[in-house]
């Protein structure tokens, strides 16, 4: 069983090569929660989160988490990442996650970055509609389950073709820091919707969230720092113009549409759930047409990043 691949956000235009994690070895995802090592038992790989202090040393963070933590504990969902336990170790918070072989998308996406490797767009495109698949799975649960912290450091591409979500239960913990949309992106690496408040961390962020991850997807990198939130509509111009480009002049406009909606760029068009985007996505022409040859061409990436040599974690 091979653990994931860990590394960093991107702040600079060529990411370096993606490393993967040694077992026991700690590494980070630059993503603000932490630092995290992987341990096996032999059945199973979890992965150890030590919380940053910003959220360890603030009670009602914890508290938050911990609340989050039980409520999603029953979630039987094949693309949420369970939490296996939290301990408290003096200053130190832990948290525990079962996590399936594969690639975090952060890394396939670095990975596209510096190899250039050409991907046909029905590859990206199912790997798209996985991720929406994903979110829209704990949108549709009874009860408005959200999960608060989308990006892709917390987006896993299994070796088995699945989309399996993490970190799901920092939604409300975050939402309790009480920083605003650019310190979010700033600190976290998290999309927040436009709001005249201080940000709530429900499915409507989770679209946002979701938005800018199959954002980053077709323009097969990470987002920069500083191209977000005040370059997105560029981004999505961007993005949408190569699509056409290598699809029809059709595919676009809609696929342009269909992000504005997601990033909620004008917010009287904007989704209110994953369930909501899940189905208008669907229903593109260049989704509908290309499911079974995206699937293939992506088996094919996923294998290809998952043999990428073995490295020291940083």
Not at 10 to 17: L, T, W
Not at 192 to 207: E, H, I, K, Y
Not at 234 to 243: G, M, P, Q, Y
Request: hydrophobic content about 45%; proline content about 7%; some cysteine.
């Amino acid at each position: 069983m091979r653990p994931p691949f860990t590394g960093a956000f991107v702040a600079r235009r060529r990411p370096a090569v993606v490393k993967r994690a040694l077992p026991g070895l700690p590494y980070s995802l630059d993503d603000g929660l932490g630092f995290r090592r992987i341990e096996s038992d032999g059945r199973r790989q979890i992965e150890i989160l030590t919380l940053a202090p910003v959220l360890a040393n603030h009670p009602i963070v914890e508290r938050a988490i911990r609340d989050r933590a039980s409520r999603y504990a029953n979630l039987e969902m094949r693309s949420f990442a369970p939490v296996r336990r939290l301990e408290r170790t003096g200053a130190a918070l832990q948290i525990c996650t079962e996590l399936p072989p594969g690639v975090r998308l952060l890394h396939l996406l670095a990975h596209l970055e510096s190899t250039r490797e050409v991907v046909p767009e029905p590859a990206l495109f199912e790997l798209a509609s996985l991720i929406i698949n994903a979110v829209a799975s704990l949108h549709a649960w009874p009860g408005g389950f959200a999960h608060g912290a989308i990006n892709p450091a917390h987006v896993l591409v299994t070796t088995d073709g699945r989309v399996v979500l993490t970190d799901g239960v920092f939604g409300a913990g975050l939402e309790a820091l009480q920083r605003n949309r650019e310190a979010l992106w700033k600190e976290f690496r998290l999309a927040m919707p436009p709001a005249a408040n201080l940000a709530r961390f429900d499915q409507q962020t989770d679209v946002a969230q979701m938005g800018a991850v199959i954002l980053a997807v077709l323009l097969r990198r990470p987002l920069l720092l500083a191209e977000y939130p005040r370059g997105v509509g560029d981004l999505v111009v961007t993005a949408t113009e190569s699509v056409s480009e290598r699809l029809s002049s059709a595919s676009g406009p809609t696929v342009r549409m269909w992000l504005q909606a997601a990033l909620q760029i004008h917010q009287r068009l904007a989704f209110r759930s994953a369930v909501e985007a899940q189905r208008l996505f669907s229903e593109l022409p260049t989704i509908r047409d290309s499911r079974s040859e995206g699937a293939m061409a992506l088996h094919v990436l996923i294998s290809t990043v998952c043999e990428e040599p073995i490295a020291k974690a940083r």
